[in-house]
């Protein structure tokens, strides 16, 4: 195996810098410090906005540190009595996911049949979903059953909530769906 002069110089650097540092570290120095400063020097001048996460229920408490118009870090609030500044996984992610550049930030459709999909303006999506369930409840509801028994339903909707949600909005969720005659009715944040 033939190793160039350029590659055995950048082994060699990288092999006395692992040795370096694991020697240190064997010496019991930490670099705690270091990053200490580095979190603090990035949220120097950002301001601490108290939030809630919005992954469950539980409503733990977090400070979003905001530098003008942007969203630098999102951590637990220690001031809490719930969460007493820690997160779960879910909440811990929040940051990651508020700048993941993966993250959908348009509506995008399906037509059937198609296999491509295409962005739509939401207010064509919205309407879309209401002219759907409004036709889909007009063809199946049930308004008595065959002994006579009231039942206001319509067997083929399932209403799913997102673990996003926050009780209250599970709560008029579950009053839209409900008023629609929809008995199927879970939360994800339970499954």
């Known amino acids: 195996m033939q190793v160039s002069r350029r590659e ?15 020697g240190l570290v064997g010496l019991g120095a930490t670099l705690a410090p270091a990053r200490a400063a580095a979190q603090e020097l990035r949220l120097k001048d950002a301001k601490a906005v108290p939030s809630i996460c919005p992954f469950c229920s539980v409503g733990c408490a977090t400070l979003v540190h905001v530098k003008g118009d942007r969203i ?8 809490s009595p719930h969460n007493e500044g820690t997160l779960c996984p879910k909440g811990a992610a929040i940051y990651q996911l508020h700048v993941n550049p ?3 930030t348009k509506v995008l459709h399906r037509k059937p049949g198609a296999s491509n999909w295409e962005v739509v303006e939401l ?19 049930i308004e008595k059953l065959p002994n006579g028994k009231v039942v206001n339903m319509s067997p083929a909707i ?18 839209f769906w409900r008023g629609l005659g929809v008995v199927a009715i879970e ?4 499954i």
């Not at 309407?127 to 007009?138: F, M, N, S």
């Open 123 to 141: 207010e064509w999506a919205m309407d879309r979903v209401a002219e759907l369930t409004k036709k889909t409840r007009d063809e199946t509801f």
């Open 8 to 22: 055995f110089l950048r082994a060699t650097a990288g092999a006395g810098a692992g040795t370096a540092i694991g």
């Open 158 to 175: 399932f209403a799913l909530g997102g673990a996003t949600l926050d009780n209250e909005f599970n709560h008029v969720c579950q009053k």
């Open 72 to 79: 630098v870090n999102i951590e637990g609030d220690p001031r």
């Open 187 to 190: 939360n994800q944040a339970r």
């Open 102 to 104: 993966n993250r959908a």
